[in-house]
């Protein structure tokens, strides 16, 4: 059973248009965008792919449905998985046509991170990007040293540029001698 179609009653919703050779489906957008955060970045398996601002939109082409996503970074080995995934997802929710569609304009920032995408990831100790992105350098952190995510300390240094994925760096906190990833600001 298609589990996303709905009457088109919602006020404030975005529905998209489903046609089929039989009938007009609606569907609700947000139900998609639901079903789009069972699927997890595995490099980073703490945030699905919508709070991490690589889902940019979803809209039917005729049949199909397109999924336009951002690659966070590029050559991440993570997004032939994460496409795999959001196929077989949108296929088991009876979606015959999926695509999904790489746009790589604008670039994905880690701006693009949901409040709550940066609050998990301080619950599971590694310190979120703060606000500015693009201040990712040896000297930068020397100027402003990263945000410690178990005892808020900035008395912390870089140990490595690279933790267990590119995407994040490692550090090391003074105050509580703990080490830690930090997922860099771009
Ligand atoms: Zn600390």
């Not at 789009?36 to 792919?49: M, R, S, T």
């Not at 992105?133 to 912390?156: E, H, M, W």
Request: aromatic share 10%; net charge negative.
């Amino acid at each position: 059973m298609l589990r996303v179609h709905i009457p088109a009653q919602n006020g404030n919703k975005e529905i998209l248009r489903y046609p089929t050779t039989k009938k007009l489906y609606m569907v609700d957008k947000e139900k998609i965008l639901e079903t789009l955060k069972e699927v997890y970045d595995p490099e980073i398996p703490v945030l699905n792919i919508v709070e991490m601002g690589i889902v940019r939109d979803v809209l039917f082409e005729g049949k199909k449905l397109v999924v336009k996503i951002t690659p966070t970074y590029s050559g991440c080995p993570a997004m032939k998985t994460i496409e795999e995934e959001i196929l077989n997802i949108l296929h088991d929710d009876d979606f015959d046509e999926v695509a999904v569609e790489k746009i790589y304009a604008p670039p994905w920032t880690s701006d693009w991170l949901t409040g709550e995408a940066k609050h998990k990831l301080k619950q599971h100790g590694i310190a979120p990007p703060e606000k500015n992105s693009g201040i990712d350098s040896s000297r930068d952190y020397a100027v402003k040293p990263v945000l410690c995510p178990f005892c808020n300390s900035r008395n912390t240094s870089i140990t490595s540029f690279f933790g267990s994925t590119a995407c994040k760096s490692l550090h090391y906190c003074f105050d509580c001698t703990q080490p830690f990833e930090h997922f860099k600001c771009i």
